[in-house]
């Protein structure tokens, strides 16, 4: 199996959420997502077309952090 292949594999397996479900999941209203996305804030994200898209692994890993730094 090589990088690439790897790569694509785990990225079929993580869904990609918009500020919309990053808001459902976290409370967190969708416009302070693109707010930190604008700034380099927040968890990593990328653009995909026209669409700004985190992976759902992504966010739950920042969640995982921010509390365990509470």
Same mark, same amino acid.
């Given at each position: ?14 869904? +990609?959420?918009?500020? %919309? ?12 997502? @693109?707010?930190? #996305? ?9 653009? +995909?077309?026209?669409? %700004? ?12 952090? @921010?509390?365990? #730094?509470?």
């Amino acid at each position: 199996m090589t990088n690439t292949d790897f790569t694509a594999s785990a990225a079929e397996s993580d869904e +990609l959420w918009q500020a %919309r479900q990053c808001e459902e999941a976290t409370g967190v209203p969708a416009g302070t997502w @693109r707010y930190w #996305a604008s700034t380099g804030q927040g968890p990593r994200n990328f653009k +995909l077309g026209r669409r %700004r898209v985190w992976r759902k692994s992504v966010i739950l890993a920042w969640i995982a952090e @921010r509390e365990a #730094a509470a």
